[in-house]
């Protein structure tokens, strides 16, 4: 296949993606993949030329790709490969469209977000407080659990940004969008436990949280320091920001049904991006059913 017509024209494109594009060894590494592999297509539909090429030809190449155990990821980068490629023929003049732009590979499997159940946020939260960082630390995983925020608002919290009395938080999210949250009475308990202790690290910057330096926390050691108490809290999954977020949002449609609420919240500008909670919640119930309804339970 080294002198066939196919592999020249792509061996050509290899080369003006290396030298004009100045694309990285390893994206080429990864178009020639892509492109050996759809060579192999064609050879085997006996494909001779890329003129051949149209819209069924390269369905049928997608179903085989599937068959052969190709995911839907996997395949979708592979059809992107072939659509740049055929830009490129359409560039060069030999091809007069692109076949491949009317070729969608399925979409992959939405995979819905892990939460942690009430017990384990409850003893991920059961922290002992003997150091002012595990008093901070407490603080933060109460917000952000009591809020729902996400990482880059909890880090971006000032002094200013919290009205104890009333409980509540204003935080800048997404398109620069203010919302303004309750963060519950056990949150603001621990807030001002920290900020008791706030002043052991500095009081030059106006972050909420502040590292052990006196500078604003970053999302970096946030992160980290999550991680490490789920572990030291014994929980069997991976504790991080957004894993508490989800974790918020979750029991809070499981206990309320607001979907909207829910999606002020969190402040997500489309509700289908809020949806996502309720195939959670429905997952919980299908569950509850198909342990306790008479028809549900099979081979009885």
Known sequence: ??????????????????????????TLLNYRRQLDAIMTLAGESGVASWQQCDAAVI????????????????????????????????????????????VSAPKAPRHL?????????????????????????RAMLEVMYGAGLRLSELVNLDL????????????????????????????????????DLRGLFGAEDDALF????????????????????????????????HKLRHSFATHMLESSGDLRGVQELLGHANLSTTQIYTHLDFQHLASVYDAAHPRAKRGK
């Open 1 to 26: 296949m080294n002198d066939s017509p196919l592999s020249a024209a792509v061996e050509r494109f290899l080369r003006y993606l290396g030298v004009e594009r100045q694309l990285s060894p390893i």
């Open 59 to 102: 369905r049928s190449w997608a179903v085989r790709s599937r068959r052969k155990g190709l995911g839907p990821a996997s395949l979708a980068l592979r059809l992107s490969a072939l659509r740049s490629f055929f830009d490129w023929l359409v560039s060069q003049g030999e091809l007069s469209a692109n076949p491949a732009k009317a």
């Open 113 to 137: 977000p892990k939460n942690i159940d009430v017990d384990d946020v409850n003893r991920l939260l059961d922290i002992d407080l003997n150091d002012p960082l595990a008093v901070r630390d």
């Open 160 to 195: 200013r940004h919290l009205s104890l009395e009333s409980g509540e938080v204003w935080v800048m999210g997404k398109g620069s969008k203010e919302r303004r949250l309750p963060i519950g009475r056990s949150a603001v308990q621990w807030v001002e436990h920290w900020l």
């Open 210 to 241: 502040l590292s052990k330096l006196g500078k604003r926390i970053s999302t970096r050691n946030v992160q980290k320091r999550f991680a490490e108490w789920g572990i030291k809290q014994g929980l069997n999954s991976h504790v991080n920001p």
